[in-house]
């Protein structure tokens, strides 16, 4: 029997790919939906523990929410959610 999916933590407002990641997409060389899936249940991926805590404490207070995933060694993203929960940006870490 399947598991009902995790409940977001937060409200993700509209979701927003850069340029970098759209092409990426449309080539077929990378799916964000895993690390979208991991920013939105509170895995914030591969940021410093001071970040970590910070995004832990902004699930409270209504701040910015920043993760960051290493894809592959040449190829990382970062996913941003605005404070006001308006928007959730998933770009490249080069684009960021």
Known sequence: MAHPPAPLLFTI?????????????????LDPLPYFQRHTRGDWGDVSDAQWQ???????SAAR???????????????????????THIALASEH
């Open 13 to 29: 407002g509209t979701l927003i790919f850069s340029p970098g990641i759209d092409r990426l997409m449309r080539e077929g060389r």
């Open 54 to 60: 910070a995004n832990n404490a902004a699930l409270q």
């Open 65 to 87: 929410l920043e993760s960051a995933y290493v894809v592959r060694r040449e190829l990382s993203l970062c996913i941003v959610t605005e404070a006001d929960r308006s928007a």
